[in-house]
């Protein structure tokens, strides 16, 4: 029965093994990724980082608008006008019968008083307001039906009771505030690409202990069926074995179902297609793949608890300075605003299409203005208030936050030492876990001891592999968190095991927190 007992054993082990190596073959095609390699991909393709790049290249260009104000304001403009008809013509045909008028008085009423009364003072009419005297109004610029205009316009403030400096406050706050958001959004991205890249190394990690308990279940029940066979156990205990195996299978597809949900998520972080096979060769526990230098990129001090270092305080800090420029702009209102312009300009009224060099005339003016607010309806009072209003919300929403930040980063400590606990005590107890279930395996081979016992064995050894696997996910993603603290924005922390309730028995608890029936193992 030995011999044929371990006959069986070694076609089982062989079949494992083809097993195992149909699943890594494709595998061995697949594209490695480490957890830097994942960095760096996700930086270029992350939708949230591009936002936070835009919203700075924003406030950028409102800051250089609200900054124009300090500077001279130039503008040039040409212009042509082409005259189809005038009011000017009829003094056009008037000015051709001078010489007529000039005439009539002195063949009818040659004496008359005012009038010409000799053929000599009639030419000199004619020279004088004739056409050919260059006197008549046809050689005047009005009505003329081309006419060219090139200027220039030049405008300075000179006093406009600080609206222009407080406007210029505000976008210089904005535009820190939108660079904090820049940090703060790859911060998050550092630990979103982390978190997901461990999760789906969990998710291996708890597939293969799904396979390797089944495998397990496999052997039980063939050592259990020949054990039948040759009459040592009864029909119970192999109905229980039997049970006991098909209860794995569920629990492997679950595990398989999880892991792809994990690698879609991972793969989406990188815009890398869902069909395109990965494999990760960051373990758990390495955290070598967030480089040093990534993180000093991110935050000056890695890993500091205050407060008032986090990005949320100080983009909140930001909004209170924004919004005491607006109050000093709105302020400004009352104020009289005084500016100088100028105006130059070349005009020309050409008697053909175009102009020659002598056409031009030179128009250039300049003056100073001042406008007072004498009354507005109560705009600007009402402007003043409402921006009193916002300062004060700012002020009380930079005490919120920095009050969340305490208690983010307190929560932030908290889960670091709770994980490395957990990590700490889990560390000697696969080992231990493993070298019962040797001897438990060994013993019900030998027939000294019941299915139960290797049961249970079994079972407290697919719990301690799933605990400590879990246990150096959390712990990873946490010292990763806490030392990007300063960089992150506030967020609950994800529910880790530690602060769950135990399960009912018979339960399991994976990485989503959703409770599953697995064979009678309770793993939290």
Do not use: H
């Amino acid at each position: 029965m030995r011999a044929t007992v371990l006959t069986l054993l070694a076609s089982n082990t062989l079949a494992i093994a083809a097993a195992a190596q149909e699943r890594q073959a494709p595998a061995a095609s697949a594209r490695p990724l480490s957890l830097e390699q994942a960095l760096e991909l996700a930086e270029g393709a992350s939708e949230n980082v591009g936002i936070a790049r835009a919203a700075v290249e924003r406030a950028r260009g409102e800051r250089q608008q609200a900054r124009s104000g300090y500077f001279p304001q130039l503008s040039g403009s040409a212009t042509y006008t082409r005259t189809l008809e005038s009011q000017f013509d009829i003094a056009r045909e008037a000015a051709a019968q001078i010489p007529s008028r000039c005439l009539l008085p002195f063949v009818a009423q040659p004496t008359a008083p005012g009038r010409v009364d000799s053929l000599e003072a009639a030419v000199e009419c004619v020279s004088r307001f004739g056409p050919a005297g260059g006197g008549g109004f046809e050689n005047l610029p009005f009505g003329r039906p081309s006419a060219y205009n090139f200027g220039l316009s030049l405008s300075q403030n000179l006093f406009d009771g600080g609206r222009t400096s407080g406007r210029s406050r505000a976008a210089n706050a904005s535009l820190r505030r939108a660079q904090i958001g820049l940090t703060a959004a790859q911060g998050q991205l550092v630990l979103d690409v982390t978190e997901a890249y461990f999760d789906a190394v969990l998710a291996d990690r708890l597939v293969a202990i799904a396979e390797a308990s089944l495998e397990q279940a496999d052997t039980t029940l063939s050592q259990t069926q020949l054990a039948r066979e040759v009459g040592n156990t009864s029909e119970f205990d192999l109905l229980r074995a039997r049970v006991t195996r098909d209860n794995q299978r569920p629990v492997l597809i679950r595990r398989r179902a999880e892991r792809d949900i994990a690698y879609v998520r991972f793969k989406q972080l990188l815009n890398l297609p869902a069909a395109e096979p990965v494999r990760l060769t960051t373990p758990l526990g390495d955290t070598v793949g967030v480089s040093v230098q990534r993180v000093a990129a991110l935050t000056d001090v890695p890993g500091d608890t205050t407060a008032d270092v986090r990005a949320p305080v100080r983009q909140a800090a930001e909004s209170v300075e924004q919004q005491r420029g607006l109050v000093g702009a709105a302020r400004g209102e009352r104020w009289p605003a005084v500016t100088v312009s100028s105006n130059f300009a070349q005009i020309a009224y050409p008697s053909d299409a175009f102009p020659g060099s002598d056409d031009f005339l030179t128009d250039w003016t300049i003056g100073v203005g001042v406008s007072v607010p004498l009354f507005t309806g109560g705009r600007i009072s009402g402007s003043v208030g409402a921006a009193r209003a916002n300062l004060r919300d700012a002020e009380l929403r930079l005490q919120q936050t920095r009050e969340a930040a305490q208690v983010d980063a307190r929560n932030t400590v908290l889960a670091l030492e709770a994980t490395a606990a957990a990590v700490e005590a889990s560390q000697g107890t696969v080992e231990q876990a493993s070298r019962a279930y040797s001897i438990a395996e060994l013993r019900y081979r030998e027939g000294l001891s019941t299915q139960t016992e290797l049961l249970e064995s079994r079972l407290q050894l697919v719990q301690a592999q799933a605990n400590r696997a879990r246990d150096a996910r959390d712990y990873e993603v946490v010292r990763i968190r806490l030392a990007l603290l300063p960089a992150l924005p506030l967020g609950q922390l994800a529910t880790l095991n530690a602060d769950q309730p135990s399960p009912t028995p018979g339960t399991t608890v994976p990485a989503n927190g959703t409770p599953t029936v697995q064979a009678g193992v309770t793993v939290p």
